[in-house]
């Protein structure tokens, strides 16, 4: 059965450098299971922190503009050509971890064809791994867009500061309907222990699940580390 993290916020915020932490522990909690990373987030950042470079995406299948790397094989319905495109655009990031990016997604009003079957050759794609973990674009409808798949635990990374805070508020109310009940946090990013007390009163008065923070820290190792005082809180495998 397949585990899945979403990291959601405004742009800025540290998600993509949390999917790579996140990422980094669930590999190291289970060195066997298989991992796939999808970057929902229209800046298409997440291949750049594994050293990557990628010009594949989602969108470039469904709107036909995608350069496959083999000849397409012959004889494949719509359905499978789909998903064995979906197969030529997976980037290999290290053993047993894959990645994906989607780019630009379609209204979920959209009643043609290509739509159903991308949803369900996804579906059939994020299925096949052990853990799914996702960088979005703001919230989780636009993840939903893409692909309508249960969400284990879904993760609000907001900043410290007043404004941010609210921010968290309204991406909350947008993905509340998207989430597993009891499974949508917050985490305060790039802040300090002795700042966080006012934020984590002002997260409670928004009836919001808070589970931890990150230290506006320089190195990597250290923002690894404080993902990783979170991770047991996340409804994961351990």
């Known amino acids: 059965m397949t585990s899945t993290l979403a990291l959601i916020g405004k742009s800025g915020s540290g998600k993509t450098t949390l999917t790579k932490a996140f990422c980094d522990i669930i590999k ?55 998903e064995w495109a979906l197969e030529d655009i997976i980037l290999n990031v290290d053993e047993n971890v894959d990645l994906i990016v989607s780019w630009l997604v379609p209204s979920k009003d959209c009643r043609c064809p290509i739509t159903y079957q991308m949803q369900t050759a996804l579906q059939k794609l994020l299925s096949g791994y052990d853990f799914v973990i996702f960088d979005c674009e703001f919230d989780l409808k636009y993840l939903n867009q893409l692909v309508d798949f249960p969400i284990d635990s879904a993760l609000i990374v907001t900043n410290d500061n007043i404004e941010s805070l609210h921010l968290a508020d309204e991406i909350y109310e947008f993905s509340k309907k998207y989430a597993t009940e009891g499974q949508l946090s917050v985490i305060l990013n790039k802040t300090t222990s002795s700042k966080t007390q006012a934020s984590l009163e002002q997260i409670q008065g928004q009836g919001l699940d808070f589970v931890g923070f990150i230290e506006n820290l320089e190195t990597y190792e250290a923002i690894l580390e404080g993902a990783e005082n979170i991770y047991p809180r996340l409804n994961l495998p351990q």
């Open 28 to 82: 190291k909690h289970h060195p066997q299971s298989s991992i796939l990373l999808v970057d929902n987030d229209l800046t298409c950042e997440l291949a750049g922190r594994f050293g990557l470079k990628t010009h594949s995406t989602i969108y470039g299948i469904r709107s036909g503009k995608h350069e496959y790397k083999t000849g397409i094989p012959e004889g494949m319905s719509k359905q499978e050509f789909i």
